[in-house]
């Protein structure tokens, strides 16, 4: 139900003009129902789990090389660095990592990983899903897809993947920088 008089007066216009132009009446309102959304999407999941944060400075290459020394030491490590800054404005998608084929092969993480409230169970997390795709490309299979039933089943091989996915659930909208609760100060 809607009781806000700004909008309801705004609506008219917004229907005449087909969607386009500015209304500020009918934004605040869809703004509010996103951000009530929000909220009521958060409550669904219950209390956002406690982790280790990767702290202040990240060190993305002894990380990486944590994550491969322990877990994938059978295959060549690729290369690895940090994708180009977004310049801190919202996103509306976020690709955390992205793996590329070659001579030599390549990872390269999302800046925003690198904020010092991220949990660390999550980047490494993201760390072990390319070298899934590095793994893959070293073990072809004829027309086998990047997200491959194999390719997942290496991936929830991953020790906390469930607690991973569970902080990305929680912190999703923070990390595409989106305002709510969930965005706000340091936990």
């Given at each position: 139900m809607v009781d806000d008089?700004?909008?309801l007066a705004a609506l008219p216009a917004?229907?005449?003009a087909h969607g386009r132009g500015r209304h500020p009446g009918i934004r605040a309102a869809l703004n509010?129902?996103?951000q009530t959304e929000r909220e009521r999407a958060l409550a669904r999941?219950?209390?956002a789990p406690v982790c280790e944060p990767v702290g202040a400075?990240?060190?993305l290459a002894a990380d990486f090389q944590r994550i491969h020394a322990t877990w994938f030491s059978d295959i060549p490590p690729p290369t690895i660095n940090w994708s180009r800054d977004t310049g801190g404005r919202q996103l509306r998608q976020?690709?955390?990592?992205?793996?590329?084929?070659g001579d030599p092969a390549r990872i390269m993480i999302h800046p925003r990983l690198a904020q010092p409230w991220v949990a660390r169970v999550f980047l490494d997390h993201v760390l072990w899903h390319e070298l899934c795709?590095?793994?893959q490309a070293l073990t072809p299979i004829s027309r086998e897809k990047p997200h491959s039933a194999r390719f997942r089943a290496w991936e929830r091989t991953f020790p906390d993947h469930a607690l991973a996915m569970r902080?990305?659930?929680h912190h999703r909208l923070r990390l595409l920088g989106a305002s709510g609760p969930e965005s706000g100060a340091d936990p």
């Open positions: 008089h700004d909008c917004w229907i005449a509010r129902l996103a999941l219950g209390p400075s990240v060190d976020i690709r955390y990592g992205s793996y590329r084929r795709h590095h793994r902080w990305e659930r």
